[in-house]
């Protein structure tokens, strides 16, 4: 293992962890980044390039863990003013909301996996993802006779945590990015664009999760001992500025919404397609 494939982990795992959670697809800069400037698949197999990026995800997601982690308490039971502990005041998020949430994308993910993974993992996919996707998250803030009736997390309602899970689903097409389907569909329904985010971040960590660790429990033997200098720096720094990422979009989100990230995607689209197509 030498310094310039150190060098490239942790590049990669910045990319990862300032794009994963926003509304911009990490995708479409794995493309750019990776695949045109590092070619992490020439550095190593296919396999172990494969796996990397399973792991580096995994450090985005403990980043989402550690932010929340007193409403994953809550939710889960462990904390006072839970479920499991003394009643607190208002409503509160609970963890129904969050499964029904879940389980549109997780039914069609397990559905369409070999699909997606064979058929939908393009440059022009993904083209098409990033531009489509830039659209609906202009019409979410843009939406006439629009009403935000859900200001905070702890008021979402079943039929908006149905709503944005069904959302959730026209993620799964490569390019569309997770949390752009997900905040602009929470926008759609009535909720802030803060609240939406909330959702959207804590929806993401157990599907992520179950996803990723299948993954990486397919491929366990590509982490090797030459490999795991790699794959840590990469882990390490996608955990540190998925931190970053976050704390920041979640700061601002309210104020520049999400017509910076829509401008932004269409930018991106057409750098791939200069550059590829």
């Keep these: 293992?030498?310094?310039?494939?150190?060098?490239?982990?942790?590049?990669?795992?910045?990319?990862?962890?300032?794009?994963?959670?926003i509304p911009v697809?990490?995708?479409?800069?794995?493309?750019?980044?990776?695949?045109?400037?590092?070619?992490s698949k020439e550095l190593f197999s296919k396999e172990v390039a494969n796996t990397f990026k399973v792991v580096i995800q995994l450090g985005s997601i403990l980043?989402?863990?550690?932010?929340?982690?007193?409403?994953?308490?809550?939710?889960?039971?462990?904390?006072?003013?839970?479920?499991?502990?003394?009643?607190?005041?208002?409503?509160?998020?609970?963890?129904?909301?969050v499964i029904v949430g879940l389980f549109?994308?997780?039914?069609?993910?397990?559905?369409?996996?070999?699909?997606?993974?064979?058929?939908?993992?393009?440059?022009?996919?993904?083209?098409?993802?990033?531009?489509?996707?830039a659209v609906f998250m202009l019409i979410a803030d843009?939406?006439?006779n629009k009403v935000t009736t859900t200001h905070s997390v702890d008021q979402i309602t079943w039929?908006?945590?149905?709503?944005?899970?069904?959302?959730?689903?026209?993620?799964?097409?490569?390019?569309?990015?997770?949390?752009?389907?997900?905040?602009?569909g929470g926008v759609i329904l009535g909720m802030s664009h803060r609240a939406a985010s909330d959702?959207?971040?804590?929806m993401a960590v157990p599907i992520m999760l179950g996803a990723?660790?299948?993954?990486?429990?397919?491929?366990?033997?590509?982490?090797?001992?030459?490999?795991?200098?790699?794959?840590?720096?990469?882990?390490?720094s996608a955990f540190i500025f998925a931190m970053i990422s976050i704390r920041f979009f979640l700061a601002l989100i309210n104020k520049i919404k999400l017509v910076p990230f829509a401008i932004y995607r269409i930018v991106l689209a057409a750098v791939i397609y200069i550059v590829f197509l």
């Excluded at 709503?163 to 949390?179: D, E, N, T, Y």
């Excluded at 429990?217 to 790699?230: M, S």
């Design 199 to 202: 959702f959207t971040f804590i």
């Design 25 to 39: 697809s990490s995708t479409g800069h794995m493309i750019i980044v990776d695949d045109l400037m590092f070619k």
């Design 104 to 133: 549109p994308a997780a039914f069609f993910g397990f559905l369409l996996e070999d699909t997606i993974d064979t058929h939908l993992f393009s440059v022009y996919t993904v083209l098409i993802g990033l531009v489509i996707g």
């Design 63 to 97: 980043a989402v863990v550690i932010i929340f982690r007193e409403r994953f308490k809550e939710l889960l039971g462990l904390k006072k003013g839970s479920a499991g502990g003394t009643a607190s005041s208002g409503p509160r998020l609970q963890l129904k909301h």
């Design 212 to 236: 990723s660790g299948l993954s990486l429990l397919k491929n366990w033997q590509f982490i090797t001992i030459d490999a795991l200098p790699f794959f840590i720096a990469g882990f390490i």
């Design 159 to 184: 039929k908006q945590a149905i709503g944005v899970g069904l959302f959730q689903c026209i993620a799964l097409w490569p390019g569309f990015s997770r949390s752009g389907s997900t905040i602009s």
């Design 142 to 144: 843009f939406l006439p």
């Design 1 to 21: 293992m030498n310094l310039w494939e150190i060098f490239v982990a942790i590049v990669l795992g910045i990319v990862e962890g300032l794009t994963e959670f």
